[in-house]
């Protein structure tokens, strides 16, 4: 079973972010409960509505890693929509991360995927509970 999480301690993270300015920063973790191993980690800050999502790390390289990476995604933003956060940068979006990013309609300006109101795009009805 995967569980998602904000980790209270650094100590776990420290091998996935050896640098020293790193420790005080905010991470959202997927962890495996059986092996209790991380299978990927995201930092990132907020201030106000903006969040701002500065580094991905998936260890899990699996089948199934991408879709571990959309529940790591999805909760963060779910939290911190519920925190009223509405607009969200992403900063060095690579490869499958930025086809990711920009298949739920980012775009691109100043080096970085962003999108003015993550909350509409990511939680929005399904076709069923919309009526349609």
């Known amino acids: 079973m995967v569980k998602i999480g904000f980790p209270r301690d650094f100590s776990q993270l420290k091998a ?5 300015e790193k420790e005080r920063d ?40 991408m879709a571990v990476f959309d529940g790591i995604v999805r ?11 509405t607009s969200v940068a992403i900063h060095g979006a690579e490869n499958e991360y930025w ?4 298949d739920h309609e980012f775009t691109e300006a100043s080096g970085c995927l962003n999108h003015p109101d993550f909350p509409a795009e990511f939680f929005k009805p399904c076709a069923g509970c919309s009526g349609k």
């Open 26 to 65: 905010l991470y959202i973790v997927a962890e495996d409960t059986d092996t209790e191993k991380i299978l990927g980690a995201i930092r990132f800050f907020y201030k106000g509505n903006q969040v701002d999502i500065y580094e991905t790390v998936m260890t899990y390289q699996g089948e199934q890693y």
């Open 16 to 20: 996935l972010f050896p640098e020293k």
């Open 99 to 102: 086809q990711y990013f920009s």
């Open 75 to 85: 909760t963060l933003l779910y939290k911190l929509a519920e925190d009223g956060c």
